[in-house]
């Protein structure tokens, strides 16, 4: 991490970079913020992980913070990681959990803290940035730092539960609950016809990740010119570390082999009992083996309650899921639009501006 004594004052409040005696004070004043504006993470947010996003990662995030006389008044995260750019090695940081107190707000106290993370991500040697900013701080991102809108991150829903979901929209009480039974049957056959899987092949949990399951990965990941490098240390924090453990891995298996792979949790969306298909992949040619996968857990899911599938992300074989029933959701009506922008630091080209050269699921900002 640079140096803490690295600042720059600004009118009514300084900027510097967060150590870890600010930390409390860090997250004090993110819990404000997330309160205020219910943020997705206020119900679990808390210190262990706060430091497993931020702390426990591979290459140290930069913490930058703005401080005014009665304490710190806003706070803004970069996370550093390795990543894949047109085939080689690169260094790139997300931009994640940013934000001012009400009473410092208008005050160029998010322009300022933006800024000096931008100096800082350049001498630590970071060639381009990311984020996915909410509605309300995109027009700082773009207008005061120069990030470009990449791409509208597509949404993908399924119905596994059809007659249930309208109930619940309708509200009709007593007579939805008779409706979504009515429904049941005939939904699932016309939504969700899941591939039986092959002879031989069996969905099993992993609670941990050996070199079998790094290939599938790869393999997934191949042909996308910007990407992070998804080796077996950053699978293992992003997918078993996190102290949450709302993440589960499945794969698909035959003779002990992995030919696919889904990462999945459970989550109220759109006020809705919902299935999040956080991350996904398979080996070269096993495209089908991997919707066999998705459709059967969708299905064990859908009994244990689920309504919706849900699916988020930049890759060709998002577009496939259509065939268990997946729809892209239209623009006008998702309430909460995913923009994925970037920012290069170091001379990059075109691909980092182009949607269709990324792979990004929804695991890669864990937004959840």
Request: glycine share 8%.
């Amino acid at each position: 991490m640079l140096n803490g004594s690295t600042a720059e004052t600004v009118t009514g409040f300084l900027v510097r970079q967060a150590g870890p005696a600010d930390y409390e004070a860090v997250r004090r004043c993110m819990y404000e913020v997330f309160r205020e504006t219910a943020g997705q993470k206020t119900p679990e947010f808390d210190r262990t992980l706060w430091e497993w996003q931020y702390l426990r990662s591979e290459l140290p995030s930069v913490i930058v913070v703005a401080e005014a006389e009665g304490g710190l008044c806003g706070y803004f995260h970069a996370l550093r990681f390795r990543m894949r750019f047109r085939g080689q090695p690169a260094m790139g940081a997300m931009v994640q959990d940013v934000g001012t107190l009400s009473a410092y707000r208008r005050q160029g106290v998010f322009r300022a803290m933006g800024g000096f993370a931008l100096e800082c991500l350049r001498a630590e040697g970071v060639d381009f940035i990311y984020t996915f900013p909410n509605a309300r701080s995109l027009p700082s991102f773009v207008r005061d730092h120069r990030y470009a809108v990449v791409a509208r991150v597509p949404v993908y829903l399924a119905p596994l539960d059809l007659g249930t979901l309208l109930a619940s929209r309708l509200r009709l009480g007593a007579p939805g609950r008779w409706l979504a039974r009515l429904l049941k049957p005939l939904v699932r056959a016309l939504t969700l016809g899941a591939p039986a899987l092959e002879r031989a092949e069996e969905v099993v949990r992993l609670d941990s990740l050996d070199d079998r399951f790094e290939p599938l990965v790869q393999d997934f990941a191949r042909g996308r010119s910007v990407r992070l490098e998804r080796n077996l240390r950053y699978l293992r924090w992003r997918f078993l570390d996190k102290p949450t453990g709302d993440y589960t891995v499945w794969a698909l298996a035959r003779d002990g082999r992995l030919s696919a792979y889904v990462v999945t949790r459970p989550a109220a969306l759109f006020d809705t009992r919902c299935t999040l298909l956080m991350d996904l992949g398979c080996l070269a040619g096993e495209e089908a083996a991997l919707r066999r996968l998705i459709g059967t857990r969708l299905e064990a899911d859908e009994r244990e309650g689920a309504v919706l599938g849900v699916a988020m992300g930049l890759h060709p074989q998002l577009r496939e899921l259509g065939e268990l029933g997946f729809v892209r959701v239209p623009e006008r009506f998702n309430p909460r639009p995913f923009n994925l922008l970037a920012r290069e630091l170091a001379e990059s080209g075109p691909e980092l501006f182009d949607p269709s050269a990324w792979h990004i699921t929804l695991a890669d900002w864990d937004v959840f």
